[in-house]
């Protein structure tokens, strides 16, 4: 209920305002919020004066592309296995099984435009597909996270023996960079 009032409470103040400002949202709708410039909202740590440690909601340097004035509903932080009160946001995530069992369920990857699109940068920061992370995930959930271990080093050396390239990806596809063997150290 507590949440419905805040959603409530953030779009009315949106509405009346213009302008959704990271650092007006409260807490519990910061992470997966976007600001009306366009940038992501991110939940930080904050020492407060009495130097407790407390949350604070500010505007990342991460441009949403195509996307501005959001907060992200219950229904997509749920579906997608996020969690609102995460400080800060790394492709980690992405090596766990669990959580991208849920990313790439129908439920969030069809639905949830601002999640997907998030963890697709971060997956292609380190050098993976996210579409190729979920089908491969979806055939074999291991065999996936090969992809992404090492931050995107994962990968030996690739030559045209190796196997096609992916069209919409500078990097192979999964079932010809998994089956390469990582380069001796």
Known sequence: MKMIVFLAFALFLQGALGELICEELPVGLCSFSIASSGKRCLLETHASNDGTMDFQCKTSEVVAINLHDYIEADECVDACGV???????????????????????????Q???????????????????????????????????????????????????????????????????????????
């Open 83 to 109: 969690d609102r009160k995460s400080v800060g946001i790394s492709s980690d995530t992405l090596l766990d099984s669990q959580f991208t069992a849920k990313l790439c369920s129908p439920q969030c990857y």
């Open 111 to 185: 639905n949830c435009p601002n999640i997907v699109d998030l963890y697709y940068n971060l997956a292609l920061g380190e050098g993976a597909f996210l579409p190729d992370l979920c089908k491969s995930q979806r055939a074999n959930s291991r065999r996936s996270m090969a992809q992404i271990k090492s931050s995107g080093t994962a990968f030996g050396p690739i030559s045209a023996a190796a196997g096609p390239m992916s069209a919409a990806s500078p990097f192979p596809s999964p079932s010809s960079s998994l089956d390469c063997a990582p380069a001796p150290m």
